[in-house]
């Protein structure tokens, strides 16, 4: 036989083989079916904390889940100057619960990043620390990464120390550009225009380096790549608070307590006055909010408060609409405990809402929920409380009525005893805003509020919680 009939034989079988092997496997039975590799993770999230404890002092953080079924919670902190610290744990479905921060960072300032894989997880945290001669508690929520821009409206560099602080969630570095506004102008500042916050990491702006004693200033972050969380520490006359960033809305309500005089702050950023319907809601109901009665030009913070004597004691709330530019609002108050010692709590201004929680837990005791409803229906609120003991339905949190443009009180002090206190608040009739005002007395005295974060419509995201990967924000 020839070269060529060897060579033509050789690939006339090697066609057959491969013909015949696939007409095998076209009428073979199907093989069964292979499970992925890599099994989907669960549904969860991240929050992010900016601040979670100063240098020398103690913090801790908070979680409540309000979920079917147990989370695997990370919680990874961002230490000033040092490697990043993390702890891993489950959550009970149902169950609330608080953790220190590690001994390891106890000398230095640091935020934390807490990302969960099932359940539905609400996370704020407080701290106790000295700051410009002010000493307490403060606490605040953490923050979902999100809105391309944020503002903290509560801001001074008058007798005040009042620091930015950026925390980045993500797996890439982040840009920003950071603006201060006031007194009808915004202030960029060349070096803090296109700013690197780390993947995982923070940074830290003092407003009193670019603006000079000026009694009411907002904080403007705007994020060119990645997305930040954010918050103001305020430090003055012996006291501190913490107020995180927010981004600006449409409708905003801000809820306070009358107890030692509330202040509040609100501020537009844009190139058109806010027409703002600013309104104040008490138990007597519903008033005018003269700071924003004329709208709201751009780039002014307007700060004021109301009267005492033309509301009853408790709980008191400013709301603002605008169908132009939209409206940050926050919140300032003093409580006063046993002795005569004080310390200011503070609120950010949120959306109001049908569904929205909060989580609060040692030190503080004293605890008292504030609800408001801005709309014009009555409102019918019924309160879900999951403890470190598990999940309850009180009583006397279960239908609670909020008439239209009105506020209510209701006592958590017994509730969780010493523990932590998560609050899941359902409304039939109107959304409702909230917060937790608690007041601890160890290590020192201290007042503080916890805004409670509204449930609107987010993107799932799926989080492997293996301390070896981080998650995108």
Known sequence: MTPFLKRWGLALTIVVAITGAALTDRFAPASPHLPATDPPASPGGAWGCPFVKAAGSPGWIHLANFGDEASRVRVTYIPDRREPVTQAFELGAGRAGTIGTPPAIRGVGAGAIVEYAGGDVVVSRSAFLTANGGTGGAAASCARPGPQAVVVPEGSTLRVETTLVLLNPGTSDAVVDVSLVFDGQELRPESLRGRVVPARGRLTIREGDFAFDEPAVAGVIRARSGRIVADALLATNGLVDLVPAVGAQTESVVVAHTAGGAIFTAVTVGDVDALA????????????????????????????????????????????????????????????????????????????????????????????????????????????????????????????????????????????????????????????????????????FGAYAITAVPDLPRPPVGVDPDPRAGVPA
Do not use: K, M
């Not at 408060?305 to 609002?329: D, F, K, M, Q, R």
């Not at 300032?332 to 929205?356: K, N």
């Not at 009583?395 to 609670?400: K, S, Y």
């Not at 443009?405 to 206190?421: I, P, Y």
């Open 277 to 444: 319907d600013g309104r104040s809601l008490s138990r007597a109901g519903q008033g005018v909010f003269e700071p924003l009665a004329g709208g709201l030009p751009p780039n002014t913070p307007r700060v004021g408060g109301i009267p005492e004597n033309s509301i009853p004691p408790g709980p008191i709330a400013v709301a603002a609409s605008s169908s132009t530019s939209p409206v940050a609002l926050s919140a300032r108050w003093r409580v006063v405990g046993r002795g005569g010692v004080s310390d200011q709590a503070a609120g950010s201004g949120v959306p109001p809402a049908l569904r929205t929680a909060a989580v609060v837990g040692p030190p503080a005791s004293e605890l008292r929920l504030l609800i408001a409803n801005p709309a014009q229906q009555d409102a019918s609120v019924s309160v879900v409380v999951v403890t470190e003991a598990g999940r309850s339905t009180p009583a006397a949190l279960q239908r609670v009525s909020v008439e239209a443009g009105s506020t209510v009180e209701l006592s958590l002090s017994d509730l969780g005893g010493s523990g932590s206190v998560g609050v899941l608040l359902r409304a039939v009739g109107a959304p409702v805003a909230a917060a937790i005002q608690a007041v601890a007395v160890r290590p020192s």
